[in-house]
């Protein structure tokens, strides 16, 4: 056994602060009242590394080791996720009057930005001794969870929509994990999947339901201030399904505040949503606390069909307390954008990534996003997984 240095103390509740032991499993705040979503907790007082020492670490988000829960090396389940590449639009942003920057998660194993939180969720299941796991998805999550299950020899059961594109069920099936193919969208996947978790005894690993894949989301709120020189951008454009990227970003923020090593300055956050699951920007623009339940079907960006995020006070608040905005995009904005940043730039997004562009334009247009001003979009997939989608 080799320490990681983490600095983990425990969980916390983000709505009534309960503590929750590091030792034990948890899933959301054991406050019946309550039963919002907790986030770890660090010693931040107590850290020893530098920005210097950071620097020749091996490019993998474990290079952020100390600030994560795994507190063992062995029970890091590691495919080479993270660090990945930020590429400016070079030629898009020629007529745009702004920086504009791509972080471009399709790098990672398995093609999305999952890969991180379930490889925090899988390595630190083993160092709590969980053996079976279930989720539901959209497609990428639970792709990335049978691939780190099979890694660690553990099996999973994985509940997706019929309606999800083939290479999906194929990737996870050829991990190993059981799939069982839901008429519905991911609320109706995670009800079935929820039900199996107590009869069988399988450990859910929903979002946010589920207290460490927002840790593994957050090392990308890391890796763009250090890929940055530790500054961040103006503005941050995410697509927001359940929620999990742009609550751990932003967590991530805070902590290097406290770390020191960056300053108090934040980007102002924009969740971008499918025209069909746009909850978050209505209850944006309607001044409401939580969004209500929005499905209208079908969407292209498989990953933005999530009716009602289990975390959507969070990011109502995070929206609101970075001076952000929310955006919805319809299907057809989503491949036209699409083709104009994989014909123009050589890069091919996940639909959802590419929603991102189409908001950029439109929050540029309405006069939003200023003239000089450094935006970042964070392509959380790869489009070469939805061709049956976007043909
Ligand atoms: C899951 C997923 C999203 C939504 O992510 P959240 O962090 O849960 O909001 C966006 N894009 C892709 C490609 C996804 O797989
Ligand atoms: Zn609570």
């Known amino acids: 056994m080799a320490s990681t240095n983490s600095l983990f ?9 309960r503590i929750h032991a590091k030792e034990e ?18 010693d931040f007082g107590a850290n020893r590394l530098t920005k210097e020492e950071l620097r020749s670490r091996p490019a993998s988000l474990w290079r952020y080791r100390e600030f994560l829960p795994v507190l063992d090396t062995d029970n890091i389940i590691s495919l080479g996720e993270g660090f990945t590449p930020i590429l400016p639009l070079l030629n898009l942003q020629e007529t745009a009057g702004k920086r504009v920057l791509l972080k471009d998660e399709s790098n990672n194993p398995t093609g999305s930005f999952k890969a991180r939180g379930l490889s925090l969720a899988v390595s630190k299941a083993k160092e709590l001794g969980i053996k079976e796991f279930v989720i ?6 639970g792709g990335a969870l049978s691939a780190y299950a ?4 553990l099996k999973a059961h994985v509940f997706m929509p019929r309606l999800t594109p083939q290479t999906f069920k194929d990737e996870t099936r050829l991990f190993g994990a059981e799939v069982i193919e839901i008429d519905g969208n ?3 996947c995670g009800k079935a999947a ?3 978790a107590v009869a069988e005894g399988w450990f859910d690993v929903s979002t946010l339901k589920e207290p460490y894949r927002l840790e593994g989301k957050k090392t990308m709120g890391y890796e763009i201030a250090e890929q940055l020189e530790w500054q961040v951008p103006d503005v941050l454009l995410y697509p927001t ?16 505040e406290k770390l020191g090593w960056t300053g108090s300055k934040r980007p102002r956050m924009v969740a971008v949503q499918s025209a069909s699951c746009d909850g978050i920007c209505s209850a944006f623009h309607n001044n409401e606390e939580r969004s209500t339940f929005k499905d209208s079907g079908f969407t292209i960006a498989n990953g933005l069909r999530v009716p009602k995020p289990y975390a959507d006070k969070v990011i109502l608040q995070i929206l609101r307390e970075s ?3 929310a955006v919805s995009v319809a299907d057809n904005d989503i491949l036209t954008s699409l083709y104009e940043i994989s014909s123009r730039e050589g890069l091919l997004p996940a639909p959802e990534g590419a929603a991102l562009w189409h908001a950029f334009k439109e929050l540029s247009r309405q006069g939003w996003i200023r003239e000089g001003e450094t935006v970042l979009l964070l392509n959380t997939g790869c489009g070469y997984k939805y061709l049956d989608n976007i043909r």
């Open 9 to 17: 103390t425990n969980l916390a509740c983000v709505e009534c602060g």
């Open 25 to 42: 499993t948890h899933t959301i705040c054991e406050n019946p009242d309550c039963k919002s979503i907790l986030s770890a907790q660090y």
């Open 136 to 141: 539901p998805t959209a497609g990428n999550a």
């Open 150 to 153: 099979a890694r660690a020899g």
């Open 186 to 188: 991911i609320s109706d």
């Open 194 to 196: 929820g039900a199996l």
């Open 241 to 256: 399904g359940g929620g999990t990227g742009i609550v751990g970003i932003w967590k991530a923020f805070g902590e290097l």
């Open 323 to 325: 001076n952000g905005n």
